[in-house]
């Protein structure tokens, strides 16, 4: 009898966490290594105080332009400062930016999908156009007149980056969220009398976290992309504070031949942490997406 | 044995000349060629009277003369010489400016140029008609009358006597035009080019270029050298400095960085010459005095004391277009403030700890706490806006302050500062000639250019008294007593470090002198290209 209780075990949470991990990685290799980078880049940015060998934003004329060296391992910029250093604290700057923007966008972008989904009629034709008019410009185009509007402080450019993000994500939620309207649960809710708030918050919002992760990962990828090239451009991130897009811009563009590697490692760091982020998120709808989990 | 030394001695001249003759020669001007040189902005109209970029100056001065240059070959460019005016003498209270205008002097059409035209073209600098802009009407307040004794001969008559006339009068921007088409039409000039100057017009073509051509009537005889000039107009930076580097142009006159003068010297080796000079333009912080703790002195005091120029001058100009530490006045020029009494100055102290040692102490004593944060405002220019930014903002922090850069876009910065929208702001000057009255009139209280609303009673007599003093040893006191005033004991503004001119060219070009303004010695009459 005690044998047969043994064989029943629920395993925990830990452990089914960990087999799930397992299994992501040994079927998704690749998207394993993104979220191996995803995870070096939080814990960069997590410890970023106690591992970044100097202070990013002191200026030391003594050591400008300085090539990579046991002392500064990736070279300084035209002020002496340590790329390593301000790529370490860069990462915080992409990922308050990249979540913060991706996980709005994102967000936003679920309740008004799901929104105009179960309202359907007159509120999903107004709710759709605008975010066709949103649509019909390019990502970049908006998020620059945006931050020239509002002004370049981080909070801004994170509401300049979330707004193009909106109607991309609503539109892909609504399309799922159609058909979970049709479910049978959803007019077990309606005829149970719940509020609209209750039935898309707590009955069709769940049913479409699947897709919404997926936008989210892939929109990480695309925010921190655009931060950098707004940084790059001069309308994000302002000096001194460390950032991978200021990074490649100005004097790096200027002592290229020089000092390449001002504008080399910030490169790789933003190319990297793109790649991360798509090849995590390709993994994560492979995983999710039930048509090709089995493959 | 005499004999012998005779020989050796005729041998070792022999050497010599045969190893100097052929630079003599390269220095003798020579006639011939087409000078092509860049220039990154675009003349918004061709009426240098009513304009204020070297977009205008630079294709366009060719084509005309001034009353009075600058010297083109000193290098201060502080030094009047006659261009249209033979020679000239002041009465004794330095009131009444008398001209000897040249003989055989025409305009491009052959007509003669006279005092008629002098005058009229003062005329419409001084007191437009209506419609009609004139950008630097003001710095002619002192003039009360023009006269025109004989058709070679004109006086001005000042009001008071003003230290600065002469120079003024050397202003680049002051082509002479002809009187009868002024008379017809005072807009002519915006659109069109009839000038005495060196060369000819040939054509613009907008976004393209400019050509001039050799005005065989010239009436200094010999010159100009160059066959042709024509002016590219290239925007892009890297695109100018490719252009010199594949000897598409010889040169740009403005300037470039440290980073691309190093890249051209590196590609083009003895190919190229650099000539570089302090810049009459400088980067300077306002602060306003109506938003706290910047009305208290001694904050601004603090700010200033902060910054370690010294090390900065050697350091910045490697990555950026500055270099000097410099009062109110350009290094090098004759008001300029002696080393040793700038070192007297606050924040221009040898001693940079002890410095910041006495900016602590003052925020202290002014109430403001360790870690206080405020905005900066920069203006959205990379050169040298962005670096010295930095380098300011990591000064501020040495002594205990937390500065948060916010970039302006370069069209929206100068209404910012005219809103007065700022707590500390860069700001900057740039001069066409150096002389005091042009560039310290922006820190009266009435200047428009006074941004952070000081007022300053004392600051605004010294600069009559300066204006009007009537030996340079006067004037230099009240220079002296002025600068320390406006950067040491009130602080309304600090100057940062002068910016630097660096103008690599190609070797050829010969007989051109940098000066500290980008806006003299353009009108290419002594200029020639050796072969």
Same mark, same amino acid.
């Given at each position: ?75 300084? *910029? ?97 399309? @799922? ?119 | 044995?005499? &004999? ?82 033979? @020679? ?6 330095? %009131? ?26 003062? *005329? ?46 050397? @202003? ?55 066959? @042709? ?41 003895? %190919? ?68 040793? *009494? ?35 405002? &920069? ?73 952070? %609303? ?78």
């Amino acid at each position: 009898m005690s044998e047969l209780v043994v064989g029943l075990e629920v395993p925990s949470r830990g452990s089914r966490l960990r087999a799930a991990c397992g299994d992501f990685i040994r079927r998704r290799p690749l998207g394993a290594i993104g979220a191996a980078v995803i995870l070096l880049m939080f814990a960069a940015a997590l410890t970023a105080p106690l591992i970044s060998p100097y202070d990013p934003v002191q200026v030391h004329f003594a050591a400008m332009l300085a090539p990579p060296s046991a002392e500064h391992w990736l070279g300084t *910029d035209s002020f002496g400062r340590d790329v390593l250093s301000r790529l370490i604290y860069g990462s915080q700057t992409a990922l308050i930016v990249g979540f913060g923007a991706s996980l709005l966008g994102a967000t936003i972008g679920a309740l008004i999908g799901v929104a105009s989904a179960y309202f359907g009629g007159r509120i999903d034709l107004l709710l759709q156009r605008f975010m066709d008019v949103l649509l019909s410009f390019p990502l970049i185009i908006l998020a620059l007149a945006l931050v020239a509007i509002l002004g370049n402080s981080i909070p801004n450019l994170i509401v300049a980056i979330m707004i193009p993000m909106v109607p991309r994500c609503a539109l892909v939620i609504r399309s @799922s969220a159609l058909s979970i309207r049709e479910m049978p649960y959803v007019d077990a809710a309606r005829a149970a009398g719940f509020t609209h708030s209750r039935i898309i918050l707590r009955h069709m919002l769940p049913n479409v976290m699947a897709t919404y992760l997926v936008m989210l990962t892939a929109f990480l990828g695309q925010a921190i992309l655009l931060e950098a090239s707004l940084s790059f451009l001069g309308l994000g991130v302002q000096e001194p504070l460390p950032a991978w897009g200021l990074m490649l811009r100005g004097a790096a563009v200027e002592f290229a031949e020089t000092a390449p590697w001002m504008a080399i490692f910030p490169g790789v760091a933003i190319s990297l942490a793109v790649f991360a982020f798509n090849l995590f998120g390709d993994s994560l709808r492979d995983a999710l997406d039930p048509r090709l989990r089995t493959q | 044995m005499l &004999n012998r030394i005779n020989a050796l001695f005729m041998l070792a001249v022999g050497i010599v000349m045969a190893l100097v003759w052929p630079a003599m020669a390269q220095d003798k001007p020579r006639s011939g060629g087409e000078l092509i040189f860049a220039v990154p902005s675009e003349p918004p109209s061709y009426d240098a009277h009513q304009e204020e970029t070297f977009g205008v100056i630079h294709p366009v001065a060719p084509h005309y003369n001034t009353l009075l240059r600058t010297d083109p070959t000193d290098k201060t460019g502080t030094k009047p010489v006659g261009d249209l005016a033979e @020679s000239w003498t002041i009465s004794s209270d330095q %009131k009444t400016y008398t001209f000897k205008l040249r003989s055989g002097v025409k305009f491009h059409d052959g007509s003669d140029m006279t005092s008629k035209d002098v005058k009229a073209s003062y *005329d419409k600098i001084m007191k437009p008609p209506a419609g009609v802009k004139s950008l630097r009407a003001a710095s002619y307040g002192a003039v009360e009358s023009v006269e025109t004794p004989d058709a070679h001969t004109i006086v001005f008559k000042l009001k008071w006597p003003e230290s600065s006339f002469l120079l003024n009068l050397a @202003s680049p921007w002051n082509f002479i035009y002809k009187a009868d088409i002024l008379a017809k039409d005072p807009h002519w000039y915006e659109k069109n080019i009839m000038g005495t100057g060196p060369f000819l017009f040939v054509e613009h073509v907008r976004g393209s270029h400019w050509v001039g051509k050799k005005n065989p009537n010239y009436w200094d005889k010999g010159k100009p050298y160059l066959d @042709s000039y024509r002016a590219l107009f290239i925007k892009s930076s890297s695109a100018q400095v490719a252009a010199v580097r594949g000897e598409r142009a010889h040169i740009q006159f403005r300037g470039f960085t440290p980073a691309d003068r190093d890249s051209l010297v590196k590609a083009l080796g003895n %190919k190229i010459t650099v000539q570089e000079s302090p810049w009459d333009c400088v980067l300077m912080v306002n602060m306003h005095h109506d938003k706290k703790p910047f009305d208290d002195k001694r904050v601004r005091r603090a700010l200033t004391l902060a910054l370690d120029r010294y090390t900065a001058s050697k350091n910045l100009s490697r990555i950026a277009i500055v270099q000097d530490v410099a009062g109110i006045q350009v290094p090098g020029t004759p008001w300029a403030t002696p080393p040793e *009494d700038l070192e007297k100055l606050a924040g221009y102290g040898r001693d940079i700890n002890a410095s910041r040692a006495e900016a602590r102490k003052l925020l202290k004593e002014a109430g403001v706490p360790e870690g206080f944060s405020f905005t900066f405002k &920069n203006r959205g220019v990379p050169q040298p806006y962005e670096p010295v930014g930095i380098w300011l903002i990591d000064q501020w922090k040495q002594i205990g302050l937390n500065v948060k850069q916010e970039i302006v876009e370069a069209s929206a910065f100068h209404s910012m500062l005219k809103r007065g929208d700022f707590e500390v702001s860069m700001d900057f000057q740039c001069g066409f000639i150096v002389e005091p009255d042009l560039d310290i009139a922006r820190f009266l209280a009435v200047s428009d250019a006074n941004y952070g %609303k000081h007022k300053d009673k004392v600051m605004d007599e010294l600069y009559l008294k300066q204006a009007r003093a009537t030996s340079p040893e006067e004037r230099k006191k009240y220079l002296r007593q002025f600068e320390k005033r406006l950067l040491d004991e009130e602080v309304h503004v600090f100057y940062t470090l002068q910016w630097h001119r660096i103008i690599p060219h190609n070797a050829k070009v010969r007989g051109w002198m940098v000066t500290p303004s980008h806006y003299l010695n353009q009108q290419l009459d002594t200029v020639w290209l050796a072969q």
